[in-house]
C-alpha cells in the first residue's frame, strides 16, 4: 500500500501495536483517525499526536459499529484505509471449562467485530482509488498457543475469512492485507518486560516497510517461522511450541 497520503482509520488504537501503527503512520503524512472505548485514552493519544482524531468504538456492540462507521464515513470522506486492529488476548484452559465471558467477548471483539467493522465500511472503500482493507491477526492463526486456545482459533478464523475477502473483492481496488505479528512486546499477556519478545519499535518499523510493498502478508522476519506452518507435519511443530511456551506461561 501506499504509505502517504491517506485517511487511515486504526481501530484499538489507544494503546500497543495499534498506537504504535497510528502514530508511524501518522508521521508519514497520513491523516489518521483511531478508536477506542475510552474517551480519555483516545484524547490522550491525540494530544501527544497533533492532527489525529479519534472516534468512541466498542467492538462488541453492532450499533456502535455502526455509529462509529457513519461517523468516519460523513466526517472522513476521503477515508480510504481501514486497520481492523482492537483485539483482546486472555489465558484460557482448553482443558478444563471456559469461562463464557471470555469466551464470548473474546469471540466478539477479535472476530465478529472486525468482520462487521469492514461490512460496514466496504461500500464506501470500493469507491476509492488505493483502497485497503487490513487486519491484525497473529503468528497464532498459523501455530497455536495452547494456554490462550481461544484467542488463536480467533486469529485463525479471521486468517481464513481475510483469504476468503480477499478472492471475493479481487475485481474491486480494495486490497485485503493480514498483519500477522509474532510475540511482541506489548501489554497483550503481560509483554512489556518479555525478552523473547520482539521490541515493539522494531516490529513497528519493519511492519510498515513491508506495508509499503505489493505483499498481501505482512510478516516480519521472526513471525516467517510460523507462517511456514509444515500442513500434515503440524502437530509435531505445535507440540514442540507449546511445549516450550509452558515453561513460560505454565499449563
Given at each position: 500500500m501506499?504509505?502517504t497520503g491517506n485517511?487511515i482509520?486504526?481501530t484499538g488504537?489507544?494503546?500497543?501495536?495499534?498506537r504504535?501503527?497510528?502514530?508511524?503512520?501518522?508521521?508519514?503524512?497520513?491523516?489518521?483517525?483511531?478508536?477506542?472505548r475510552r474517551?480519555g485514552?483516545?484524547?490522550e493519544?491525540?494530544a501527544?499526536?497533533?492532527g489525529?482524531a479519534?472516534i468512541?468504538?466498542?467492538?462488541?456492540d453492532?450499533a456502535?459499529?455502526?455509529?462509529?462507521?457513519?461517523?468516519?464515513?460523513?466526517?472522513?470522506?476521503?477515508?480510504n484505509v481501514?486497520?481492523?486492529?482492537?483485539?483482546?488476548?486472555?489465558p484460557?484452559?482448553?482443558?478444563?471449562?471456559?469461562?463464557?465471558?471470555?469466551?464470548?467477548?473474546t469471540?466478539?471483539?477479535?472476530?465478529?467485530?472486525?468482520i462487521?467493522?469492514t461490512?460496514?465500511?466496504?461500500?464506501?472503500?470500493?469507491?476509492?482509488n488505493?483502497?485497503?482493507?487490513?487486519?491484525?491477526t497473529?503468528?497464532?492463526?498459523?501455530?497455536p498457543?495452547a494456554?490462550?486456545?481461544v484467542y488463536?482459533?480467533?486469529?485463525?478464523?479471521?486468517?481464513?475469512?481475510?483469504?476468503?475477502?480477499?478472492?471475493?473483492?479481487?475485481?474491486?481496488?480494495?486490497?485485503?492485507?493480514?498483519?500477522?505479528p509474532p510475540?511482541?512486546?506489548?501489554?497483550?499477556?503481560?509483554?512489556?518486560e518479555?525478552?523473547?519478545?520482539?521490541?515493539?519499535?522494531a516490529?513497528?518499523?519493519?511492519?510498515?516497510?513491508?506495508l509499503?510493498?505489493?505483499t498481501d502478508?505482512?510478516?516480519v522476519?521472526?513471525?516467517?517461522?510460523?507462517?511456514?506452518?509444515?500442513?500434515?507435519?503440524?502437530?509435531e511443530?505445535?507440540?514442540?511450541?507449546n511445549?516450550?511456551?509452558?515453561?513460560v506461561?505454565?499449563?
Open positions: 501506499k504509505l485517511t482509520f486504526i488504537g489507544t494503546s500497543g501495536i495499534g504504535a501503527l497510528a502514530e508511524a503512520l501518522h508521521q508519514r503524512g497520513n491523516k489518521v483517525i483511531i478508536s477506542g474517551r485514552l483516545l484524547d493519544v491525540v501527544a499526536n497533533p489525529m479519534a468512541e468504538l466498542d467492538m462488541t453492532a456502535s459499529i455502526e455509529r462509529a462507521a457513519a461517523q468516519l464515513i460523513r466526517d472522513y470522506p476521503d477515508f481501514l486497520i481492523n486492529n482492537a483485539g483482546i488476548m486472555q484460557d484452559s482448553a482443558a478444563g471449562r471456559i469461562d463464557d465471558v471470555l469466551l464470548v467477548s469471540v466478539e471483539t477479535n472476530l465478529i467485530g472486525p462487521r467493522m461490512s460496514a465500511l466496504l461500500g464506501h472503500l470500493k469507491t476509492k488505493n483502497a485497503v482493507v487490513a487486519y491484525t497473529s503468528v497464532l492463526a498459523f501455530v498457543l494456554v490462550t486456545a488463536s482459533s480467533t486469529k485463525a478464523a479471521l486468517h481464513s475469512y481475510i483469504m476468503s475477502q480477499r478472492f471475493m473483492l479481487r475485481d474491486t481496488t480494495v486490497r485485503v492485507l493480514e498483519i500477522a510475540w511482541v512486546r506489548t501489554d497483550l499477556m503481560n509483554s512489556r518479555a525478552e523473547q519478545a520482539m521490541p515493539l519499535d516490529f513497528i518499523n519493519e511492519t510498515v516497510a513491508v509499503g510493498t505489493d502478508e505482512v510478516l522476519d521472526a513471525a516467517m517461522l510460523f507462517r511456514g506452518n509444515p500442513g500434515p507435519g503440524e502437530h511443530l505445535v507440540n514442540g511450541f511445549a516450550q511456551m509452558v515453561e506461561f505454565g499449563g
